[in-house]
């Protein structure tokens, strides 16, 4: 058994980090500025966005994205209940209510064949998360979304880079006329971080300009230059906005993370690749799905192959699941002997309409949404980041073998 704790999650941070940011310290300018717009820069590009507006985490980049598209008090948006806190929390800032659509139990993404069904005369946005960094099928979400006249704000805090079919995650999808963003997290344990931080991807230019604006306090247009020599001291107060910038110091890690995003990225790939082959021969326990080797449900419909598919998954998560029926203890000890190997594990997500807030606003019972109740319960992620050295990953492997093998039915 190793001898110190693997943890769950670490950041890759190391000179190309430090020196971006002694660089932006020593430059006097520490809050929004140059090396902000040089990260929405490089990331609209890197992403294919005709706007990048950065902010200070996904859960602000989520509630600009709904201000924007005009969300009411009393309005519905519907989503998934497998998620984070953050997805269904920005609805209720506006007093509107989360509608909650099952997921698919091969993706735990939301399942758009039940969407149309929750749509009201009240419902006015999507929000589609893509777990763990596999996208949600999204061309039936924009059809149904098109069809609707709804918007789409897809929660992307887990999915930089995710490939779908061809396409990166960020970019707006072409020949739909409908009003969309994507927003990103740089929280700590994401797949590439400033430490708290969030981005706004989008290319309508309505939408990018009013994100821009109500992310200052709602003032005029590049209020941040206020300060500087071709800045203005006079500024207009258009709305009143928030405080969501942000700062030069966060967007010089986001740029010296960009500047490695492909390296950490291949090597969260290889990181799953190895742990799926490693637990290929165990039907004690369910690989998560890898869509450069499977169809995943959003390809359901298509007959290219995997390749040709052009779609690759993030790995900002490895989601394994057991299969308790074959197993004689539960999850929880499951974990519990993890954690006695030294390996740090976590679950992703308890379904929102199991917290206490929605149960008790919204009457939900666990078999409201029958399908991530039984995904929740089998689910464990184990630890997947680019600083786990193959050491690491063997002691990973090694211990969920262990554990299977000691407590097979
Ligand atoms: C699915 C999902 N959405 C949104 C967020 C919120 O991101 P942030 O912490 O940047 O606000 C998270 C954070 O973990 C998340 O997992």
């Given at each position: 058994m190793r001898c110190a704790f693997l943890p769950f999650a670490l950041p890759d941070i190391n000179d190309a980090e430090y020196s971006q940011v002694k660089e932006t310290l020593a430059s006097?300018?520490?809050?929004?500025?140059p090396k902000t717009r040089l990260f929405e820069a490089e990331f609209a590009v890197y992403v294919g966005a005709r706007y990048a507006i950065a902010v200070n985490s996904c859960t602000a980049a989520m509630h600009l994205a709904l201000e924007a598209v005009g969300l009411q008090r009393g309005d519905e948006v519907i989503t998934t209940p497998?998620?984070?806190?953050?997805t269904a929390e920005v609805v209720r800032y506006f007093d509107a209510r989360p509608v909650l659509v099952d997921i698919c139990a091969e993706d735990f993404n939301i399942n758009p064949a039940h969407i149309e069904a929750a749509i009201t005369p009240r419902t006015k946005a999507i929000i589609p998360v893509h777990i763990a960094g596999l996208a949600a099928d999204l061309d039936a979400i924009y059809a149904i979304a098109e069809r609707h006249g709804l918007a789409v704000i897809e929660d992307?805090?887990?999915?930089?880079p995710t490939l779908h079919k061809g396409r990166t995650i960020g970019m707006p999808p072409i020949g739909r006329a409908l009003r969309h963003a994507v927003c990103f997290s740089f929280y700590a344990?994401?797949?590439?971080?400033?430490g708290e931080g969030g981005m706004i991807c989008t290319d309508n230019d309505d939408i990018a300009e009013r994100c821009r604006i109500m992310a200052l306090h709602?003032?005029?247009?590049?209020?941040?230059?206020?300060?500087?020599?071709?800045?203005?001291w006079y500024y207009e107060i258009v709305a009143p906005g928030y405080k969501y910038n942000m700062t030069d110091v966060a967007a010089a890690m986001g740029l010296a993370q960009l500047g490695k995003a492909e390296r950490m990225a291949a090597r969260r790939r290889a990181i799953a690749q190895r742990y799926n082959a490693a637990f290929a021969?165990?039907?004690?326990v369910q690989t998560p799905l890898d869509p450069e080797q499977q169809r995943p449900p959003a390809c359901q419909g298509c007959s290219c192959s995997p390749t040709e598919m052009q779609c690759s998954h993030a790995w900002h998560l490895y989601m394994l699941r057991l299969n308790l029926e074959r197993l004689t203890i539960d999850r929880a000890r499951f974990i519990e002997l993890l954690k006695a190997h030294n390996i740090g594990v976590s679950v992703?997500?308890?379904?929102?309409?199991?917290?206490p807030y929605y149960r008790e606003t919204y009457?939900?019972?666990?078999?409201?949404?029958p399908v991530a109740y039984a995904e929740y319960l089998r689910e464990i992620s184990l630890p997947i980041y680019s600083k786990m050295s193959d050491e690491d990953v063997n002691d990973v492997i090694t211990a969920v073998r262990a554990i299977v093998a000691e407590h097979r039915r």
């Amino acid at each position: 058994m190793r001898c110190a704790f693997l943890p769950f999650a670490l950041p890759d941070i190391n000179d190309a980090e430090y020196s971006q940011v002694k660089e932006t310290l020593a430059s006097g300018w520490i809050t929004t500025g140059p090396k902000t717009r040089l990260f929405e820069a490089e990331f609209a590009v890197y992403v294919g966005a005709r706007y990048a507006i950065a902010v200070n985490s996904c859960t602000a980049a989520m509630h600009l994205a709904l201000e924007a598209v005009g969300l009411q008090r009393g309005d519905e948006v519907i989503t998934t209940p497998y998620t984070f806190a953050a997805t269904a929390e920005v609805v209720r800032y506006f007093d509107a209510r989360p509608v909650l659509v099952d997921i698919c139990a091969e993706d735990f993404n939301i399942n758009p064949a039940h969407i149309e069904a929750a749509i009201t005369p009240r419902t006015k946005a999507i929000i589609p998360v893509h777990i763990a960094g596999l996208a949600a099928d999204l061309d039936a979400i924009y059809a149904i979304a098109e069809r609707h006249g709804l918007a789409v704000i897809e929660d992307a805090a887990h999915s930089f880079p995710t490939l779908h079919k061809g396409r990166t995650i960020g970019m707006p999808p072409i020949g739909r006329a409908l009003r969309h963003a994507v927003c990103f997290s740089f929280y700590a344990t994401k797949t590439i971080t400033t430490g708290e931080g969030g981005m706004i991807c989008t290319d309508n230019d309505d939408i990018a300009e009013r994100c821009r604006i109500m992310a200052l306090h709602g003032i005029s247009k590049d209020a941040w230059k206020r300060y500087t020599a071709e800045g203005s001291w006079y500024y207009e107060i258009v709305a009143p906005g928030y405080k969501y910038n942000m700062t030069d110091v966060a967007a010089a890690m986001g740029l010296a993370q960009l500047g490695k995003a492909e390296r950490m990225a291949a090597r969260r790939r290889a990181i799953a690749q190895r742990y799926n082959a490693a637990f290929a021969d165990l039907p004690e326990v369910q690989t998560p799905l890898d869509p450069e080797q499977q169809r995943p449900p959003a390809c359901q419909g298509c007959s290219c192959s995997p390749t040709e598919m052009q779609c690759s998954h993030a790995w900002h998560l490895y989601m394994l699941r057991l299969n308790l029926e074959r197993l004689t203890i539960d999850r929880a000890r499951f974990i519990e002997l993890l954690k006695a190997h030294n390996i740090g594990v976590s679950v992703h997500f308890i379904p929102l309409h199991l917290h206490p807030y929605y149960r008790e606003t919204y009457g939900y019972r666990p078999q409201d949404y029958p399908v991530a109740y039984a995904e929740y319960l089998r689910e464990i992620s184990l630890p997947i980041y680019s600083k786990m050295s193959d050491e690491d990953v063997n002691d990973v492997i090694t211990a969920v073998r262990a554990i299977v093998a000691e407590h097979r039915r």
